[in-house]
Structures are given as structure tokens and as C-alpha cells.
């Protein structure tokens, strides 16, 4: 069965940090890209991916109202993705969700929700200002 485990969500002061991460199991982890996007409130789920990363790590993307503040990292050995998230706005509150795109390939991702198969449940991220 394939799952993917979003967590590391909560309650944060603007300006502090909080890191996801996206636990995977029941696919082959290092053969997929890994996208984060969210869903802020009373607002439809975000097309366009927060952040994504290539099955090797080597390439990733972040949306222009987060670089510089988030980073994201894997690590394959533990089937893992991680979201970095410092200096937090109120703007950054959402459900945050990762999902696995199986079509790309080695340094490949894509940034649109409808590329990808596998979706995670979501974790809450609340930024108070």
C-alpha cells in the first residue's frame, strides 16, 4: 500500500521555523520526484508545488514567495523528504501536503499538482502574526 506521512506541522510565531516531513513506503522512494503544496484557508489546494525535489536530490524548485526561507532535502535511505521552513509569514498558513510523482525521472520534477500519482494527508501549519 502506498502511503506518504506528512507531519511536522503545528503553531508558529511569524518569523520562527517549523520543518515537515514526508514519509514514504510502499513505492520505490529514490525513483520519484517529491512536490510539497498547500491549501491556505477557504482557498482551493495550490497548483503550482510550495517546493519540489528530483528522485536524486539534485534539482529542486521553490515557488517565489518562498525562496530564500524554505528549504527542501531527501534522503533516500530513509524514504524521507524534508521542508525547511524559516522565517514564517502569516501568509505562509496552509495545509501543507506531499505527493510523489512517478513520471520523473533522475534530475527531473515537475511543479504541477496534476503530475503527480501519490498523494499524503496533509499537515497544518498555523503562522500567528
Known amino acids: 500500500e502506498v502511503q506518504l506521512q506528512a507531519s511536522g506541522g503545528g503553531l508558529v510565531q511569524a518569523g520562527g521555523s517549523l520543518r515537515l516531513s514526508c514519509a514514504a513506503s510502499?513505492?520505490?522512494?529514490?525513483?520519484?520526484?517529491i512536490g510539497w503544496f498547500r491549501q491556505a484557508p477557504g482557498k482551493e489546494r495550490e497548483e503550482v508545488s510550495v517546493?519540489?525535489?528530483?528522485?536524486?536530490?539534485?534539482?529542486?524548485f521553490y515557488e517565489e514567495s518562498v525562496q530564500g526561507r524554505f528549504t527542501i532535502s531527501r534522503d533516500n535511505a530513509k524514504n524521507t523528504v524534508y521542508l525547511q521552513m524559516n522565517s514564517l509569514k502569516s501568509e505562509d498558513t496552509a495545509i501543507y501536503y506531499c505527493?510523489?510523482?512517478?513520471?520523473?525521472?533522475?534530475?527531473?520534477?515537475?511543479?504541477?499538482?496534476?503530475?503527480?500519482?501519490?498523494w499524503g494527508q496533509g499537515t497544518q501549519v498555523t503562522v500567528s502574526s
Open positions: 510502499g513505492f520505490t522512494f529514490d525513483t520519484y520526484a
Open positions: 505527493a510523489a510523482d512517478r513520471t520523473a525521472v533522475g534530475g527531473w520534477y515537475s511543479t504541477l499538482d496534476y503530475e503527480y500519482d501519490y
Open positions: 517546493s519540489c525535489i528530483s528522485s536524486d536530490g539534485g534539482s529542486f
